[in-house]
C-alpha cells in the first residue's frame, strides 16, 4: 500500500486523498472569512464591525469563523498580520537599497488592488483596534526595511549619517501619513504618484550620490511585474462552507 508523509503522519492513499480536499476547503473557507472581515473593518472599523455582518457578508457558519479565528480581535490581528510585505517579484537588483524602493512599490501596489492589506492598514491606524497590538504591523514593516537597510549600509550604499532602523522608522511613518491623505484625496488613485515623491524626497538623505544615480523611482515597475508573474486564473470557485 502507498502512504504519503503529511504533517510528519504517514497516511495511506485513500487516507490522503480524503485528507488533502479538507485541507483545501479550510485554506479557502479562512481566505473567505478574512476578505469579508476585511470589507467589514474598512467600511464600519473595528469598534462597529461585528461577528454578524461578518458571517452575513462571507456566508459562512458562526462555527466555521470560530475555526479558525478564536475571537473578533483574533481576527483582526491575522488582517494586521496581512499588512506586512509578503515578498517581491524577481526582478534584477545589483543595489540593495532598491529592495527598500521595491518594497515601497510592493505595498503601494498592494493597497490599490486587495482589499485586506486595506482593511489591515485601516486597523493598525484606528486607534480603538486592538489596542497596543495594532503597532505589530509597523514595527514588523520597519524591521523588514531596517534589515535591507542594514545589508545596503554593509554594501556601503549609504551616506554615513544614516541608522538604518531609524531611516526604516521614518519611512514607515511617511508611508502611513502618505496613504492616508491618498485615501481621503482619491481613495488611493493617486497613491503610486505620491509614494514616488515620497522616495525621491527622502532617498537624497540615504544613499550616496552615486547609488542615488542608479536607484529607479518607478513604482509601477512592481505593479506590472506583479501582474506578469500572477498565475492564470482557472476558474474555481472559491469555497464558503
Keep these: 500500500m502507498v502512504k504519503y508523509k503529511l504533517g510528519g503522519l504517514f497516511l495511506a492513499g485513500a487516507d490522503m486523498e480524503a485528507r488533502v480536499p479538507k485541507q483545501d476547503r479550510a485554506i479557502r473557507t479562512r481566505r473567505v472569512i478574512v476578505e469579508a472581515a476585511a470589507g467589514v473593518f474598512e467600511e464600519r472599523g473595528f469598534q462597529a464591525a461585528t461577528i454578524a455582518e461578518i458571517l452575513a457578508r462571507g456566508q459562512v457558519t458562526k462555527g466555521a469563523l470560530y475555526f479558525h479565528f478564536a475571537s473578533k480581535e483574533a481576527l483582526a490581528r491575522g488582517l494586521l498580520e496581512e499588512q506586512l510585505p509578503d515578498g517581491l517579484p ?21 493597497l490599490r488592488t486587495d482589499p485586506v492589506v486595506r482593511a489591515a492598514v485601516r486597523l493598525s491606524l484606528d486607534e480603538g483596534a486592538m489596542g497596543g497590538r495594532r503597532g505589530d504591523a509597523f514595527t514588523g514593516w520597519s524591521g523588514q526595511l531596517a534589515r535591507s537597510m542594514e545589508e545596503a549600509a554593509g554594501r556601503g550604499e549609504l ?3 544614516v541608522v538604518p532602523g531609524e531611516s526604516a522608522d521614518v519611512l514607515v511613518g511617511a508611508f502611513a501619513g502618505i496613504q492616508s491623505m491618498s485615501q481621503a484625496l482619491s481613495n488611493y488613485a493617486d497613491l503610486a504618484e505620491r509614494m514616488e515623491a515620497l522616495t525621491r524626497h527622502l532617498m537624497p538623505a540615504i544613499a550616496l550620490p552615486s547609488v542615488l544615480a542608479s536607484l529607479d523611482f518607478d513604482l509601477d515597475r512592481i505593479a506590472r511585474a506583479a501582474l506578469e508573474q500572477e498565475p492564470a486564473d482557472d476558474g474555481e470557485e472559491v469555497a464558503a462552507g
Design 159 to 161: 551616506l554615513p549619517h
Design 90 to 110: 524577481l526582478l534584477p537588483r545589483s543595489i540593495k537599497l532598491q529592495e527598500v524602493i521595491d518594497l515601497i512599490a510592493s505595498q503601494t501596489y498592494r
